[in-house]
Nanobody, 123 residues
Framework: QVQLVESGGGLVQAGGSLRLSCAAS????????MGWFRQAPGKEREFVAA????????YYADSIKGRFTISRDNAKNTVYLQMDSLKPEDTAVYYC????????????????WGQGTQVTVSS
């Protein structure tokens, strides 16, 4: 069992930056691939980024590639999403998720989810 708690969301102007954190409970955090997803009002949850259990492999959605960076610190049981050059269309609730069987971009393949953190980008 893994419990995930996101933090770091907020209101930022276009072009600004935010760093999201996702703290995980449990001693097996390093066994899980981690992902970030987001959901805007009226839209489906969409993949943002994923990172392998070791941190060696990372994957990004085309819409955020070059602007966002996913990373993890297994000693701190935490995964991060550094978001730069934010755009109004990045406004959404951001969720982190854990998956025991490797990285994936489909949200339904993840086993555990956080409660989400709101990111609002003003124009």
């Amino acid at each position: 069992q893994v419990q995930l708690v996101e933090s770091g969301g907020g209101l930022v102007q276009a072009g600004g930056s935010l760093r999201l954190s996702c703290a995980a409970s449990g001693r097996t955090f390093s066994s899980y691939a981690m992902g970030w997803f987001r959901q805007a009002p009226g839209k489906e949850r969409e993949f943002v980024a994923a990172i392998s259990w070791s941190g060696t492999h990372t994957y990004y959605a085309d819409s955020i590639k070059g602007r966002f960076t996913i990373s993890r610190d297994n000693a701190k049981n935490t995964v991060y999403l550094q978001m730069d050059s934010l755009k109004p269309e990045d406004t959404a609730v951001y969720y982190c998720a854990a998956r025991l069987s490797g990285t994936a971009s489909l949200y339904r393949l993840y086993d555990y989810w956080g409660q989400g953190t709101q990111v609002t980008v003003s124009s």
